[in-house]
Each structure stands twice: as C-alpha cells, then as structure tokens.
C-alpha cells in the first residue's frame, strides 16, 4: 500500500485518550458495525481528533482500514501514535476533510464502505490556552486548528469591516446583537489592536445590555462565529459531505455528528435530499433512475441520554444522523 509524505507515525508523548471522551462511541459503533464487519473494508475518520472512534472502530474489526483525516497537525501526531498499534490498518492524512476524496485516492482505494464526521472543535484544541478557542481563558486571538496556515482571528478582527463583522456573526453564530457588537469592536480597534480573548470579551461584555448579559455569556456566539469563519469549517462542510457520500460503496453508511445548528440543517438537508424519490410527480411508476439514492437510518437527529451528557459535557448539544447508501449511481 502506498504511503506519501503526509502519512504520520510517531512516539506518543501525551496520552490522547485522557484529552478527549469520544461522543456517542457506542452509536457510532453500532450504526457502522454491518460495513466495518465487511471483508477488507475502508471507513473514514474525517474528524481523527484524539482517535478514540478510530481506536474502537479497528480493535472491534481486525479486517478494518481506517483513514483518519485532520488539519491540526498536533491531534494527528498524538492520534497516529496511540493509532500505531494497528499498522498499516491506520493511515493518517493531514488535511481539511474538504480533502476526503484525494485522502482516498492517495491511499489507493477508489470506494469506502463508511464514513464518521464529528464535527466541531476538539477538546485538545479548546483545553489549551495558547490556541484561543475559549472565551473564558486570556490567550491570543488564534482559533486556527491548522496552525501552520491561514489568518488568524486577530486579523479577522483587525481587517474586517464592520458589515463584514456583522454577516460573520449573524450567519456563524446566529448572534441576534450581531451588529452591535460589529460597531462596538470597530470603535475598540481604533484605540488599540484586539489582539487577546480577554480584550474581545472585554468588548463584548461592555457593548451588551444587562438584561442579556444574565442570560447567557456574551462572547459564546461571538467564539463561535469567529471559529467558523477562521478555519472556513461550514464551507468545507459543504463540501465534504457530498464528496463522502459519492464515495461510498452500496450499503456504505455515513455518521455525522454536530454540534451547532448550521451544520446539523446542512447535513439535515443533505441526506433528505438524497433519501428522497426524483421521479415526477404523477409518474404512474417510479424509475431505477429515479429511486433514492440513501435511506436514512436515524429519525431526526438522535442527541445523547442523560447518562453520556452528564458524563461528557462536550455530549451536549451533539444531534447525530445517519443514512445508508441504497442505489448505486452511474460514473
């Protein structure tokens, strides 16, 4: 099997299983165990993080190969060591899960049998200061998961204009005093740079009323937004997901968990569209042509019990859904 430069083996340092509590590992496990049973099958971890989906995936099935993909490249480090027990069963690939069908194709498989997208920003990345994810601790305004690439939120907040401030949180973090906040950061800039979480908190926490400020924490929506727009994550979503999907052999199944409502209405979206028949209205009989391509597996987005959210707070807001493919389509 071939293997490029981006494939990753190293000495652990740190103990991954510590840094992050797989969400939902049993329904995960449940929903891909007919395809990961499959004789030589493929599924993709288009979310590594920490491998503790992976982990299980390839101890519960010796036949398995699992890609793993990430853009940070220190959860890929940690992850491909505690990985390196399986050998040439797991491969890992640096990149944006945008980067799903090359991964693939660079590994030398054409199909997947399955594919698992946790979606979200990871506990390692939230859990350590210097990265500037986390309101709630002083650090530089970063939020880049690939650090060695790209514009950081400091420069966002630097460069933007305030209508472009605007849009990020309205459409990102669904943040209704979106405008308010764009005004208030473009007067603060003028003063002096924002160039730290606390200073942006600080901002926020001045330029929002009373009454809101007792109801949820100002900046929350703000991180959010800011998070999204910087590692252009529902963009890559867009168009990740399909990409998965037209990947995926008949029977393969897709596992998508999200943690925000944006995400969860595309991949909503998504698989209703293609669970859905093409065929005419008033078509007497329905076409091979025409029948749904996937049937989803799950009724709604399932969310987690009471047991895992008060075990795993990062279970919270997770909503997963689920679809098989039914229908092959032609090349």
């Known amino acids: ?22 969400v939902l590992l049993e329904r995960c496990l449940e929903l891909l165990q007919p395809v990961a049973a499959r004789e030589n099958a493929v599924i993709v971890d288009a979310t590594l993080g920490m491998g503790g989906h992976s982990e299980a995936l390839l101890s519960a099935h010796p036949g398995l190969t699992v890609i793993g993909l990430d853009r940070d490249t220190e959860a890929l480090r940690l992850a491909s060591a505690r990985l390196a027990p ?57 939020m880049r998961m690939d650090q060695s690439s790209g514009v950081t939120a400091a420069e966002v907040i630097a460069s933007a204009s305030e209508g472009r401030l605007r849009a990020i ?13 764009a005004r208030a950061i473009i007067a603060a800039r003028q ?25 949820r924490h100002p900046a929350k929506r703000v991180f959010q937004a800011l998070r999204v727009e910087v590692n252009g994550e529902l963009r890559a979503l867009e168009t990740a997901l399909p990409a998965a999907l037209e990947l995926l052999n008949l029977g393969g199944r897709a596992v998508v968990m999200s943690y925000q409502s944006l995400e969860d209405r595309f991949v909503k979206r998504e698989f209703a569209q293609r669970s859905r028949s093409t065929a005419p209205a008033g078509l007497p009989v329905e076409l091979p042509e025409h029948r749904p391509e996937f049937k989803l597996l799950t009724r709604g987005a399932e969310l987690a019990d ?26």
């Not at 299983?17 to 797989?22: E, F, S, V």
């Not at 047991?307 to 098989?324: G, T, Y």
């Open 169 to 181: 949180f309205e459409r990102y973090g669904e943040e209704p005093l979106a405008g308010r906040y």
């Open 86 to 142: 399986f050998g040439e069963r797991f491969i890992g690939v640096h990149t944006v899960y945008d980067g799903i069908a090359d991964a693939v194709r660079s590994a030398t498989f054409t199909h997947i049998d399955g594919v698992l997208f946790d979606l979200g920003v990871s506990s390692l990345q939230l859990d350590a200061p210097e990265r500037g994810f986390a309101y709630a601790q002083d650090a530089p305004l970063d």
């Open 1 to 22: 099997m071939n293997r490029s430069a981006d494939y990753i083996m190293v000495t652990l340092t740190s103990d991954p299983g510590a840094l992050q509590t797989p």
């Open 306 to 331: 009471e047991q895992e959210r008060a075990r795993n707070s990062r279970a919270i807001p997770v909503r997963l859904r689920a679809a098989e493919r039914v229908r092959e389509v032609a090349a």
């Open 191 to 215: 003063t002096a740079p924002i160039e730290r979480s606390q200073q942006l908190v600080d901002v926020l926490q001045a330029a929002t009323p009373a009454k809101i400020k007792d109801q």
